[in-house]
């Protein structure tokens, strides 16, 4: 008997012992986590990630741990995006700061009075935290706006104006887009860049600025970039805007304010900002702060004197500047190729990326040299200014040479208001069939027969692996496609889709079910190819097709009098009149073709006119 109670009582200690060990553990991980996240907003990234790290390296395999340390982890990709983004820091002249309600900051912006149209709204329908509005300008003929999916995640939409209808709203592109949220877009004066913010591309936490270019040859929104130190920050930051005819550049941040408000940052405008590395985080932190310079510049002080080599100068920056781009656009290639390589099962694609990886891995080090040794010209030119006792400011030399002006009157908010509601009307979309739409079921399902139907298809590759994939292991998806290699691997695919604006509006529902690597894959008659020769085909064929029009008349007695012959070849521009039987005996005259729609309406109406009323007009696509 005492063996036994010996025994329970070991156990017991065990126990008490391992919970324990584990709440101390959590209280670590809990206290690590919080550390690092303080450490984060003072910009001290570096030690940031260290405590995020350790805390990662105290959790086991558990469910709860693994959950925990996939938190953990997306922290630390944070800080360390920080510690990137600090290389590249610009020093803004801060014009002016005001605090405005985060429900209305946007209306204190010198954007088109009344444009901006309170969410819900026919674009916007659900109105919460993040979106309040949708910046709507009375003669626009193309619309960009956030709005949230079916799962809830904001993406941004276009719209545009076709005659007098709305197109239905298209998500913008692959690249613009996670599993997160993207909010107030606003398009520049030229057209040519889009800024937005958001809480799930590479940034530093909370929402971020970026921007992304329009590619007249790709005829979309080039990757976004961010916009970086001081615009982007840990915190929540919104609605980029340039204004350079006013010599300003607007931004809005919630960073050192009450949870309801929001800064709206006025910035001196600079056409080209000079960035540079910030190795020291509180210096980070003060360039951050954006506070208002104090004082006016005197109108007796010394002009600084302009360096003779300048358009050297100039011209090294504009190096430096481009081979840092190319460098962040190869090394962002190169990740999304590896996890592409990672999850294909198809050999010719795999070969085809492994060709690609190594071309991008060896010029990858080629642009690196480049930018070291361009830096360190750069860095020898300001050393000859130094030592030919030269001292100037060489972000006001740049902005002086891109036409900024020296003295900026005190800024004056404006106070805009809401505009009328929208009134919007909106094409009809098209039905689809039903047995090969993308769905999201109780029970997913697998296609009835694998073949990829003939033209451009685009799929969603989901998941492979060497065994047979069951059911349960669809979560709902409908229909996916079933695909085995001749080495026995097996690849799953889901849905069936024309277009790439379709399959980019399904992509996140996919990731959002657990499968975060999912990608699009795109086939042209059963082949497959790569999704942006798959976009540029889909492009040029819309741009193949031609709609015609023709009249059909079907007069009472089966016969046109020759004045009503008469009238309709001259209303019709001396067209062809055809004299046809349809299927059920009925003699029909057909006129045309037209090329405009008018025409053919105009012809109608003259028919009617003329005591005809058995006339209608047909749509002919070629």
């Known amino acids: 008997m005492n063996g036994v109670r010996r025994s329970l009582y070991i156990i017991y200690v065990l126990i008490f012992t391992l919970v324990g060990n584990a709440y101390a553990q959590n209280r ?15 910009y001290r990234f570096a030690e940031a990630g260290h405590c995020f790290s350790q805390a990662a390296g105290l959790l086991g395999d558990s469910h709860a741990d693994s959950l925990t340390k996939e938190m953990i982890e997306s922290r630390l990709l944070l800080s360390e995006n920080g510690q990137i983004m600090s290389e590249y820091a610009y020093v803004p002249k801060v014009i002016s700061r005001k605090m405005f309600s985060r429900k209305d900051f946007f209306l204190h912006y010198p954007l088109e009075a009344e444009a ?4 819900p709204n026919q674009l916007d329908s659900i109105s919460d935290g993040l979106s309040h509005a949708v910046y709507v300008p009375e003669e626009a003929e193309t619309i960009y706006f956030s709005a949230k999916d079916e799962e809830g995640a904001r993406n941004i939409y276009r719209t ?35 800024y937005f913010s958001s809480s799930g591309l590479h940034g530093v936490g909370g929402f971020d600025i970026y921007v992304s270019a329009w590619d007249d040859e790709a005829k979309g929104w080039s990757e976004p970039v961010n916009m970086g130190f001081p615009y982007s920050s840990p915190y929540d930051d919104f609605l980029y805007l340039d204004a350079p005819e006013e010599g300003h550049s607007f931004f809005a941040s919630n960073r050192d304010c009450p949870a309801d408000s929001i800064w709206v940052y006025v910035l001196e405008f600079d056409n080209i900002p000079v960035r540079h590395s910030v190795a020291d985080s509180q210096e980070l932190l003060e360039i951050s702060r954006l506070e208002p310079e104090s004082g006016d510049k005197s109108d007796t002080e010394p002009e600084e004197e302009l ?16 081979l840092r781009d190319s460098i962040s656009f190869y090394t962002t290639s190169l990740e999304e190729e590896r996890n592409q390589f990672a999850l294909s099962n198809d050999d010719a694609e795999r070969m085809r990326l492994t060709g690609v990886i190594r071309s991008r891995e060896a010029r990858l080090p080629q642009l690196q040299d480049s930018y070291r040794k361009e830096m360190a010209e750069l860095q020898e030119i300001e050393m000859e200014f130094l030592f030919s006792g030269v001292v100037f400011d060489p972000d006001k030399i740049m902005a002086d040479a891109s036409g900024k002006q020296d003295d900026i009157p005190e800024y004056e908010y404006v106070s805009n208001s809401f505009g009328p509601a929208l009134d919007m009307k909106m094409k009809k979309p098209e039905k689809k069939g039903f047995d090969y739409s993308f769905m999201i079921l109780d029970k997913g399902r697998f296609a009835e027969d694998n073949t990829i139907p003939p033209g451009i298809i685009y799929q969603i590759q989901i998941f492979g692996g060497g065994g047979k994939a069951g059911v349960h292991n669809l979560r709902g998806l409908s229909p996916v496609f079933e695909v085995r290699s001749p080495s026995g691997r097996y690849t799953y695919r889901v849905g069936l889709f024309r277009t790439y604006n379709d399959v980019l509006s399904k992509l996140n529902k996919v990731k959002k079910l657990g499968f975060k690597s999912a990608f699009i894959v795109a086939y042209e008659d059963g082949n497959q190819i790569s999704v942006a020769t798959a976009k540029n085909r889909e492009a040029s064929m819309q741009k193949q097709v031609t709609r015609l029009y023709e009249v059909r008349i079907i007069p009472e007695d089966a016969e046109l009098d020759d004045a009503l012959t008469s009238g309709i070849r001259q209303q019709a521009g001396g067209k062809d009149i055809a004299r046809v039987e349809s299927e059920d005996g009925t003699l029909v005259f057909v006129v045309g ?30």
């Open 28 to 42: 670590q991980v809990d206290s690590l986590v919080q550390r690092g996240d303080s450490l984060h907003r003072l």
């Open 116 to 119: 901006w149209r309170e969410v």
């Open 160 to 194: 545009s104006l076709e005659d007098t209808l709305w197109t239905l709203p298209v998500m913008l592109g692959e690249s613009l887009t996670s599993v997160s949220d993207e909010v107030y877009p606003l398009l520049s004066a030229d057209g040519k860049s889009l």
């Open 307 to 322: 360096p003779e080599n300048m358009d050297r100068y100039m011209s090294k920056m504009a190096q430096v500047r481009s």
């Open 593 to 622: 073709p037209f090329a405009e729609k008018e025409k053919a309406d105009e012809l109608v109406a003259f028919v009617k006119a003329m005591g005809v009323e058995d006339v209608s007009f047909n749509e002919i696509i070629k």
